[in-house]
């Protein structure tokens, strides 16, 4: 059973910087069927997708994100990684991380989500 | 891309059918049969429930059903459920590799 773990600090000043890890277990993060991914949700509001990564390093990012959005992998340690730039009140969420099927681009394991607020 | 849109809430009786609609355009959902719909119910991280417009996942209820025609999709849940209470999102592929989801639905079992 695929198992995803978010972590990171659960408060942030604006205008620093957010950094997330995913750590995947019970799966290999290198498994060439899946993207990892990252969807947010402010409180009490909807789901945002935020991007993916492919075990390679390849990216596909939120166009409305992407100036401010870096994700990485690090196969060796079956972890994936965000980090967003410059953040606002507005940046305050759920962060979920998931995994994402290729074939059919469909979210079929998540994380619980961790809430990160930013505030000064 | 804005996102998908959805009615806000929508409320049965156990034993009732609803209804979600989840309405795109002709770029993402009218184009594309890759519709997933996740089940998340309060503190919980979403679970999907149909993929592929009307596929289900393995252990989930075939009370769960997809559909789409034109630019809308909508899932139906048969045979309510106090269960079943829960947020509705629906996503879709947008090309370009992007993906979208809907604002939510709260379906209430009266």
């Not at chain 1, 997330?20 to 060439?32: A, D, E, K, P, Q």
């Amino acid at each position: 059973q695929v198992q995803l773990q978010e972590s990171g600090p659960g408060l942030v000043k604006p205008s620093q910087t957010l950094s997330l890890t995913c750590t995947v277990s019970g799966g290999s993060i290198s498994n060439s069927d899946y993207y990892w991914s990252w969807i947010r949700q402010p409180p009490g509001k909807g789901l945002e997708w935020i991007g993916y990564i492919y075990y390679s390093g390849s990216t596909h990012y939120n166009p409305s994100r992407r100036s401010r959005l870096t994700l990485s992998v690090d196969t060796s340690k079956n972890q994936m990684f965000l980090k967003l730039s410059s953040v606002t009140a507005a940046d305050t969420a759920v962060y979920y991380c998931a995994r994402l099927t290729v074939a059919t681009m469909k979210f079929d394991y998540w994380g619980q989500g961790t809430l990160v607020t930013v505030s000064s | 891309q804005s996102a998908l849109t959805q009615p806000a809430s929508v409320s049965g009786s156990p034993g009732q059918s609803i209804t979600i609609s989840c309405t795109g355009t002709s770029s993402n959902i009218g184009r594309y049969n890759i519709v997933s719909w996740y089940q998340q119910h309060p503190g919980k991280a979403p679970k999907l429930v149909i993929y592929d417009v009307s596929e289900r996942p393995s252990g989930i209820s075939n009370r769960f059903s997809g559909s789409k025609s034109g630019n809308t999709a909508s899932l139906t849940i048969s045979g309510l459920q106090t269960e079943d209470e829960a947020d509705y999102y629906c996503c879709s592929y947008a090309g370009n590799s992007d993906l979208i989801f809907g604002g939510g639905t709260k379906l209430t079992v009266l």
